[in-house]
């Protein structure tokens, strides 16, 4: 098989915000890309395939109030399920979930096909650490599909980490990458 398929640990940090954030197809396949110009950048996935999410927490201050960070898997084919843990006292919370079995969650996904559908939510505490372990390939014989967030800057050549909750949300930031702009 010709197309290069590569298992892949990405990372991220929610420095800006706790929160809930929603992740659809199109955010893992915008995971990574290559700018064309300071306004324009292109896929370098063009199908992607989750296999985990773990979550981290910071350990939270003793008598201050618990810290809980969850992971609910809601695609199709299957009912929500939550994985979730309250960190307390020295202990940070922690999360390891993978996709439910036969839910649209474990399919591939590939650039142009039902990229809205979302895959999961996560609860995240400020400065949670995030990794999203998956299969991808990336674009050989297909035309590079642009990123549908417009980046602001970026230098033309260069490949960039995409946000986690994409472009416009920008909250759940690439550990060891160059951010996109």
């Known amino acids: ?38 306004a324009t950048a292109f896929r370098i996935i063009e199908g992607i395939r989750l296999k985990s999410v773990e979550i981290w927490t910071n350990p939270v201050a003793l008598g201050a109030s618990p810290s809980t960070c969850s992971v609910e898997w809601v695609g199709t084919n299957g009912p929500s399920t939550v994985i979730s843990d309250t960190g307390m006292g020295v202990l ?50 297909e035309a590079a599909t642009a990123v549908t967030a417009v980046p602001a ?19 759940i930031a690439p550990v060891g990458l160059t951010v996109l702009p």
């Not at 929603?22 to 064309?36: H, S």
């Not at 946000?163 to 949300?169: P, Q």
């Open 1 to 38: 098989m010709p197309t290069l398929k590569v298992k892949h640990k990405f990372r991220f940090t929610n420095g800006g915000n706790a929160g809930t954030f929603t992740i659809e197809r199109e955010n893992l396949l915008d995971l990574y890309v290559m700018a064309a110009t300071a």
């Open 92 to 141: 940070p919370a922690h999360v390891f979930a993978r996709p439910p079995p036969r839910s649209s969650d474990q399919w591939w996904s590939m650039s142009g096909n039902n990229e809205t559908d979302p895959l999961f939510t996560l609860v995240l505490p400020l400065n949670s650490v995030i990794d999203v372990i998956c299969d991808l390939r990336l674009v050989e014989m």
């Open 153 to 171: 800057g970026a230098t033309a050549g260069t490949v960039y980490g995409n946000y986690l909750d994409g472009l416009t949300s920008g909250k």
